[in-house]
């Protein structure tokens, strides 16, 4: 049972458009969704999070968007830089059961 | 400021065989959790803790066991090792109260034969 699903494994795009990462998820007890990145042979780094109160949160190049009705989440990257290529996570957080629950990961290429 | 340190880094088992993983983190955090990551399966939760001396079950426990005696460690053993335990291990931590972000370890790539 799947929680959590980002349902492209992978995603190209050309450098300085736009990165678009979606997923979703099926618990409507999660309150907080968090997005992470991680490079080869390294930890997961925090990225942006967004309280499920908002619909919007924005932190420079990354835009993360929430759509409690559909239960959809997706992190935008405008421009995309090379160095954005990496596996990017969405984790959703219960607060009543302190969980994260982790999607399956796309793995992002920006071509120069 | 270490943040959370995993070790060992890479371990080689053989079935059967039992292994303890240690996590530590210097940054007072309450609560620590384990993760593994294996390719198309993301990162799932085996067990977790928040606060010292207490654990719960995640997503994927069995054949894991883990303690927390101290605040700052928290250790994942495996009493028995399995091939299907191939796998990179990650400890994460965060604060008790505030900002909901999880900070990582480096991982820990562990193989059974």
């Known amino acids: 049972d799947q929680q959590v699903k980002q349902n492209s494994p992978s995603l190209s795009v050309q450098e300085g458009r736009i990165s678009i990462l979606n997923c979703d998820y099926t618990?409507?007890?999660?309150?907080?969704f968090l997005w992470y990145k991680k490079y080869p042979a390294e930890g997961p780094t925090f990225l942006i999070s967004?309280?499920?109160?908002?619909d919007k949160n924005e932190d420079g190049r990354f835009t993360v968007f929430l759509n409690k009705s559909a239960k959809h989440l997706s992190l935008h990257i405008v421009p995309s830089q090379p160095g954005d290529s990496a596996v990017y996570f969405c984790?959703?957080?219960?607060?009543?059961?302190?969980?994260?629950?982790f999607g399956t990961g796309t793995r992002l290429k920006v071509l120069a | 400021n270490a943040g959370v340190t995993q070790t060992p880094k890479f371990r080689v088992l053989k079935t059967g065989q039992s292994m303890t993983l240690l996590c530590a983190q210097d940054?007072?955090?309450?609560?620590m959790y384990w993760y593994r990551q294996d390719p198309g399966m993301g990162l799932r939760l085996i067990h977790y803790?928040?606060?010292?001396?207490?654990?719960a079950k995640g997503e994927v426990p069995d054949g894991y066991n883990v303690s927390r005696l101290k605040k700052q460690n928290f250790l994942l053993g495996l009493e028995s090792a399995a091939p299907s335990q191939t796998s990179v291990y990650f400890c994460?931590?965060?604060?008790?109260?505030?900002?909901?972000?999880?900070?990582f370890g480096a991982g820990s790539r562990l193989t059974v034969l």
């Open positions: 994460a931590s965060r604060t008790g109260a505030g900002a909901n972000v999880l900070t």
């Open positions: 618990n409507s007890m999660f309150d907080y």
């Open positions: 967004i309280s499920s109160i908002k």
């Open positions: 984790a959703a957080y219960n607060s009543g059961t302190y969980k994260y629950i």
């Open positions: 940054m007072n955090h309450e609560y």
């Open positions: 803790s928040v606060g010292e001396g207490t654990t």
